[in-house]
C-alpha cells in the first residue's frame, strides 16, 4: 500500500515537472516577442527592451528554464505586469471563492447523482429511471451561464434571496461569503451531476447483475444492504473515476460560472489575465489548474487502495 | 398443506414462466418431487432444463420477468411448521434464506465478493440471523472454516477471495452456507467449475459435513458420474418438465423413461466405453435438440428426439406416473422400456 502510494506520488512528480516544462515552451514558442505582445502595438522600444530586461528573455534559454525552474521550487512564479504583485500573492488573494465553488458544486453534483444513479438502475426501465434520465440529458446539454442566468433570475430577482452577483463587500463575514456562494455551486453542481448519474447508473447495473449479489440475496438481507453494502461498494470503483474527472472538469466550469455571477476567484482572474496579456499570472494559475489536477487524480488513485483489496497487492 | 413427516420439501407441479411481449419462455413447466430429511436429491438435465430456475424459484430469487404461475413448493421448517414458498412475500424469503434455506452457486470464483474478507463475509450470514458481536462472529467464521477444512483457517480469515483457488472458495461458500445450519443447502453444480480432483474433494466434504450438520440437500448437476458419488434420490428434467424420479440404485439399474436412458448412455463410463484393444468408444449422444422453450409441443417435449415414440406421445403430455418399486415416469410406455 506505501509502496504504490509512494510510486504514485514519483509519477506525480514526473507529471509536474512536464507540465513546467511544457508552460515555460508554450510561451517560448508564441510567435513574436513576447514583451513584444504584452505591451501591445503602442509600446515604444525602450519599453519593450526593459520588459525583456524585467523577464530575463535576454539570458540564453537553458539558463532562462533553469532560473524559472528554481523560481517555482521556491514558491515564486514571478510578479504579475499589471497588479504588480507577486503571482502566488494575486492567485492567493483569488484562491477563496474558487476553492469553496469548486468544492460545493461537487459535493451537490456526488449528492444528486450517487442516488439517483443507483435508484435509476435498481429499478430500471421505470417512470423514476426515464424521468431521471432525460432530466440528465437535459443537464449535460444547457450550458452553465445559461442556468446561472435562469437562477439569477428567479431566486435573486424575483424572489430575492440571494444577490445576484459579486462576493459580498470588502468587510462581509464568512457565512456572507458563502452566502453569495450558493447559486453558483447548485448550478455548476446540477449540470456537473449529469455525467456522474450516468456513469452511476451505468455500474450499478453491471454489479447488479453479478454473482456476488446474489449470493448476498441468498444470505436473507434487506435490498438495502445488498445493494448499499455489496453492489455499490463495487460499483464505486468505476464512479470514482468519474467523480475525479468532474472534479477536474469544475477547475475550468468554475471559471465561466465564476464570471457569471461576478464572484473575485481565480477564474475571473484567468480570464482578465488573458485579457490583459498578463503572462505570469497566466503561467501561474496554469500550473495551480495542473497542480490541481494531478493531486485530484492522485487521491483518487488513494482512494481506490482504500477501496479495492485487489489493487492493494 | 399436508406433507409427510420425513419429508422437507415438496414441489408440486411447479411452473416458472418467462412472459416476454410476444411469447412465453416456460422455464419451468411442470417440476414435481419430494426430497426426504437428511438426505440428498440430486437434480440432472441438460443445460437450459429448468435445473437453476428450480432452485430459484425456490428461493424466491427469480430475476424479473420471471415468475411463479402455479404450482406449490412446500418447506418444513426447523420448528416443523410447514410453508408454501410460492406464496412468499420477498419479506418472509428474507427470514428464511440463510437460516433455513442456504445455497451454494456454480461459479466459486465470482459468487464472493471481492471487496469483504471471507471471514466477514461467513460472519456476516451469522450476524444477519443471530445477535451476536463481531468478535463473536469472527470465532464462529473460523471455526466454520475449520469445518470446511481449509488448511491454516486462522490464517486465511481475513484473505479476500481474490488469494485464495476456486476449490478453497468454493469450501468458502460452504462454510458461509451452512453457518446458521440451515435444514435444506441447495447446490446449484457446484462442482462444474472445478478440476476432476477438487471435485472429488468437494463432494466428499459436503458427504461428511450432511453427516455431521444433518442437513437435506438439493444437488443440481448434468453430471451422472457425479449423482451416483452424493445422491439418495434422482430427479431428471427435461425442457422444464421432471421426466423421471428415482432412488439412484433404482435409476441406474432401470430407467423408466427414454431421457434418462439416453442421458446415461452419454456418460462416459471407463470399463464400459473401452473397446477390446483399450481404445475409447465414440460416445453415444442422443440424436435431435431440445425444443425451444417458448415453442414446446402439446404432447411430450422428447417425443421427436424418442426411438420409442408413438403417435399417441404426441397427443397430450403424458402424467408422471408409478413406473418402478419407488420411481414414477412421465412416459407411457415406460413399463416396455
Ligand atoms: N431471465 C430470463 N428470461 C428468459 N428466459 C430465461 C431467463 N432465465 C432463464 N431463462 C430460460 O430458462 C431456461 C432454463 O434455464 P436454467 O438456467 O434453469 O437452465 P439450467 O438447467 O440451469 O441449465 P445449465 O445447466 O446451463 O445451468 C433456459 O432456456 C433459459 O433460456
Ligand atoms: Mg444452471
Redesign the interface.
Given at each position: 500500500m506505501l509502496r504504490s502510494a509512494l510510486n504514485r506520488l514519483i509519477g506525480m512528480a514526473i507529471v509536474m515537472f512536464l507540465v513546467v516544462t511544457i508552460v515555460f515552451v508554450i510561451v517560448r514558442v508564441t510567435p513574436g516577442d513576447p514583451a513584444a505582445v504584452m505591451l501591445g502595438p503602442d509600446a515604444t522600444a525602450e519599453d519593450i527592451a526593459s520588459l525583456r530586461e524585467r523577464l530575463g528573455l535576454n539570458a540564453p534559454i537553458p539558463v532562462q528554464f533553469l532560473t524559472y525552474f528554481g523560481g517555482i521550487l521556491r514558491g515564486d512564479f514571478g510578479q504579475s505586469i499589471f497588479l504588480n504583485i507577486p503571482v502566488t500573492h494575486a492567485l492567493w488573494l483569488r484562491a477563496e471563492p474558487t476553492f469553496f465553488l469548486t468544492v460545493f458544486a461537487l459535493a451537490i453534483a456526488a449528492a444528486v447523482a450517487l442516488p439517483v444513479g443507483v435508484l435509476s438502475a435498481y429499478w430500471r426501465g421505470s417512470a423514476f429511471d426515464q424521468a431521471a434520465t432525460m432530466l440528465a440529458m437535459f443537464a449535460a446539454s444547457i450550458p452553465s451561464f445559461w442556468l446561472g442566468l435562469i437562477f439569477m433570475q428567479i431566486f435573486a430577482v424575483q424572489l430575492g434571496w440571494f444577490d445576484t452577483s459579486g462576493y459580498g463587500g470588502p468587510g462581509a463575514s464568512f457565512a456572507e461569503r458563502m452566502h453569495h456562494l450558493v447559486l453558483p455551486a447548485v448550478t455548476l453542481g446540477l449540470i456537473s451531476s449529469a455525467l456522474i448519474t450516468r456513469f452511476t447508473r451505468a455500474a450499478m447495473l453491471d454489479v447488479l447483475n453479478?454473482?456476488?449479489v446474489?449470493?448476498?440475496?441468498?444470505?436473507?438481507?434487506?435490498?438495502w444492504r445488498v445493494v448499499v453494502r455489496?453492489a455499490f461498494?463495487?460499483a464505486l470503483i468505476p464512479i470514482l473515476t468519474v467523480i475525479g474527472l468532474t472534479a477536474a472538469l469544475l477547475i475550468s466550469g468554475a471559471i465561466v460560472t465564476e464570471t457569471v455571477f461576478g464572484l473575485p476567484g481565480v477564474g475571473s482572474l484567468i480570464v482578465s489575465a488573458v485579457l490583459r496579456r498578463d503572462y505570469p499570472v497566466i503561467q501561474g494559475a496554469l500550473l495551480v489548474v495542473a497542480g490541481l489536477y494531478v493531486l485530484v487524480n492522485f487521491v483518487i488513485d488513494m482512494l481506490y487502495l482504500l477501496?479495492?483489496?485487489?489493487v492493494r497487492? | 398443506m399436508t406433507l409427510d413427516a420425513d419429508t422437507i420439501l415438496s414441489v408440486r407441479d411447479l411452473r416458472t414462466w418467462f412472459k416476454g411481449r410476444h411469447s412465453i419462455a416456460k422455464a419451468v413447466d411442470g417440476v414435481t418431487f419430494d426430497l426426504k430429511r437428511g438426505k440428498t436429491l440430486a437434480v440432472v438435465g441438460e443445460s437450459g432444463s429448468g435445473k437453476s430456475v428450480t432452485s430459484l424459484s425456490i428461493?424466491g430469487?427469480l430475476a424479473r420477468p420471471g415468475a411463479i404461475e402455479s404450482g406449490q413448493i412446500l418447506f418444513r421448517d426447523r420448528q416443523e411448521r410447514v410453508h408454501d414458498l410460492a406464496r412468499f412475500s420477498?419479506k418472509q424469503?428474507?427470514?428464511?434464506?440463510?437460516?433455513e434455506i442456504?445455497?451454494i452457486?456454480q461459479?466459486p470464483m465470482?459468487?464472493?465478493?471481492?471487496?469483504y474478507t471471507v471471514g466477514d463475509q461467513i460472519g456476516?450470514?451469522i450476524a444477519?440471523?443471530e445477535p451476536i458481536s463481531p468478535s463473536e462472529a469472527r470465532k464462529r467464521a473460523l471455526e466454520m472454516l475449520r469445518h470446511v477444512e481449509i488448511p491454516d483457517a486462522a490464517g486465511r480469515l481475513d484473505d479476500?477471495p481474490?488469494?485464495m483457488s476456486g476449490g478453497m472458495r468454493q469450501r468458502v461458500?460452504i462454510a458461509?452456507a451452512l453457518a446458521c445450519s440451515p435444514s435444506l443447502l441447495i447446490a446449484d453444480e457446484p462442482t462444474t467449475a472445478l478440476d476432476v480432483t477438487i471435485q472429488a474433494q468437494i463432494l466428499d466434504l459436503l458427504r461428511r459435513l450432511q453427516d455431521q450438520f444433518g442437513m437435506s440437500i438439493l444437488f443440481i448437476t448434468h453430471n451422472l458420474g457425479v449423482v451416483a458419488e452424493i445422491a439418495h434420490d434422482v430427479v431428471v428434467m427435461y425442457a422444464g418438465r421432471v421426466v423421471e424420479q428415482a432412488p439412484v440404485m433404482e435409476l441406474f439399474a432401470r430407467q423408466t423413461h427414454p431421457y434418462t436412458r439416453g442421458l446415461l448412455a452419454c456418460t462416459p463410463d471407463a470399463e464400459r466405453d473401452l473397446g477390446s484393444e483399450g481404445e475409447r468408444q465414440a460416445l453415444y449422444s442422443i440424436p435431435g435438440s431440445v425444443p425451444p422453450i417458448t415453442d414446446l409441443p402439446p404432447g411430450c417435449a422428447f417425443e421427436p428426439r424418442c426411438g420409442y415414440a408413438v403417435p399417441a406421445c404426441r397427443n397430450a403430455l403424458p402424467p408422471l406416473v408409478k413406473a418402478g418399486e419407488n420411481s414414477i415416469s412421465r412416459c407411457i410406455r415406460s413399463h416396455e422400456i
Open positions: 453479478d454473482d456476488y446474489r449470493t448476498a440475496r441468498s444470505k436473507g438481507m434487506s435490498e455489496h461498494k463495487n477501496v479495492d483489496p485487489r497487492y | 428461493m430469487l420477498q424469503f428474507r427470514a428464511l434464506r440463510g437460516r442456504a445455497m452457486f461459479e465470482t459468487s464472493l465478493n471481492p471487496l456476516e450470514m444477519l440471523h479476500y481474490h488469494q461458500m458461509m
